[in-house]
C-alpha cells in the first residue's frame, strides 16, 4: 500500500480532497460522513507542542491526528476509531501523508481503551466526539453518517472517562462540542474531577447564536475557567471571517 500513487488510493465511492495549508490529502467517503471546519478549529485551539505523546479519541477519517501531526514537531498520535471501514480509511490517509511513523490508527471502542494503553499514557487527548443522543436528530439514509453524529456504544461520560485515563496529570483534554450539551458536560467534569480551564464559544457570525464550544479540560490540577473571545467563522461582508481563513491556510 505505501507504493500506491494517490489516484489509486481513491475508490469511486470515495472523493480526495485537500487541505493545502496543512499540505494534507484526505481520502472521505463520497456519502458518508464529511468532515467539516470542527477539527481545524479544534487542532487549533488545542495548539500541540513539539515532542508531545497526543491521542484523538474517535478520529474518523483521520483529519485531526494528522492535523496534530503537521502542527506539532516531533510528536506522535495514536488515532481511535472503532468502525472497521472508517479505521481502514484513516489508515490510508495515514499512509497517504507520509506519516505512518508519527500516526497509528488503532481500531478501539473508546470505552475499551484502558486495554491497549496504560494509565497516564498521553500529553494531549482530543476529541470531537459524537454530539447527538441515541433516537434524537433526524437520521441520515447514508451508511456511516449516523455512527458518527449520534452515541453508540459510548456516550460523553464515556469519552471523558477514557479522556481522563489516558492523560498525564500535566496534560490537556481538549474538545469540540455541541453548545446544547455543554451544561451537561460541565456536569460530568465535575463529576469525573476535571477541571475546565479554558472555553471558547464557535458563532457562525456575530448575529448568530454559538452553534459549538471547544474547551481545555485538566485532571489533577484546578485552576480559574477563562472564557475566550468567541470565534466568529464569518465576518460581516458574509465572508469567511479572517480567523478562519488564518486557521484554513494553516502554520506553513
Known amino acids: 500500500m505505501d507504493n500506491l ?19 494534507l490529502r484526505i481520502i472521505q467517503p463520497r456519502h458518508g460522513y464529511r468532515f467539516s471546519v470542527d477539527p481545524l478549529l479544534l487542532a487549533d485551539f488545542a495548539g500541540v507542542r513539539a515532542g508531545e505523546r497526543c491521542v484523538d479519541l474517535g478520529t474518523g477519517c483521520g483529519v485531526i491526528a494528522l492535523l496534530l501531526a503537521r502542527f506539532g514537531e516531533d510528536c506522535s498520535v495514536a488515532a481511535i476509531e472503532f468502525q472497521q471501514a472508517v479505521a481502514r480509511i484513516a489508515e490510508r490517509n ?15 471502542d473508546v470505552v475499551s481503551v484502558k486495554s491497549r494503553f496504560p494509565v497516564d499514557s498521553f500529553d494531549l487527548v482530543v476529541s470531537n ?17 449516523d455512527d458518527s453524529r449520534h452515541e453508540s ?4 461520560a464515556d469519552f471523558l472517562a477514557a479522556a481522563k485515563y489516558l492523560v498525564k496529570p500535566s496534560g490537556r483534554i481538549c474538545l469540540i462540542y455541541h453548545t446544547s450539551r455543554l451544561a451537561e458536560l460541565m456536569a460530568q467534569a465535575a463529576q469525573q474531577k476535571l477541571a475546565p480551564l479554558r472555553l471558547r464559544m464557535v458563532h457562525g457570525n456575530s448575529r448568530m447564536e454559538a452553534r459549538m464550544f471547544m474547551i481545555e479540560l485538566a485532571k489533577g490540577r484546578s485552576g480559574e475557567l477563562r472564557v475566550e473571545p468567541p470565534l466568529m467563522v464569518r465576518g460581516e461582508d458574509g465572508g469567511y471571517s479572517e480567523e478562519k481563513l488564518r486557521i484554513y491556510r494553516g502554520r506553513g
Open 5 to 23: 500513487e494517490p489516484p489509486l488510493c481513491c475508490q469511486e465511492s470515495e472523493t480526495l480532497d485537500q487541505l493545502s495549508g496543512y499540505d
Open 129 to 145: 466526539p459524537p454530539y447527538r443522543r441515541p433516537g434524537t436528530g433526524k437520521v441520515s439514509p447514508r451508511a456511516g453518517r
Open 153 to 156: 456504544t459510548a456516550a460523553l
Open 94 to 108: 495515514v499512509v497517504l501523508n507520509g506519516l505512518s511513523d508519527r500516526v497509528e490508527v488503532v481500531e478501539e
